[in-house]
């Protein structure tokens, strides 16, 4: 595989999933609940999907958010965070839970002897 066809296999998944049937372009869309509606109603058609519904869509977005982030505008970005609190909402799972700040503190086993 040449070094621009490695670059764009992320873009491949997305338009043929072999879980989802995807709406062409829903990624790109301006209203967050659009995109969740579309991606809950592709994952509950799916006969394919390994998972439940929810887990496929959410995955899916995910997956979009991941490799294509850094090269979508901020705006979209934000829209397609809020898509992800609405497909929790339209599979009525309960919102996510704000990210914890976590110490780290070294194991008791490789404390520092004094």
Sequence with gaps: MTRSGSKKWSKAVTEHSDALDLEHGIFAQSDPKRIAVSLK???ERSRRRKSSPFRSAMSMLS??????GPNVA???QHRLEAAKDELRTLF???PASSPRKVKKTAPASKAHKV
């Excluded at 997956?63 to 294509?68: C, E, G």
């Design 41 to 43: 109603q592709s994952a």
């Design 63 to 68: 997956f979009y958010l991941n490799r294509a």
């Design 74 to 76: 901020p705006e979209q």
């Design 92 to 94: 009525n799972r309960p």
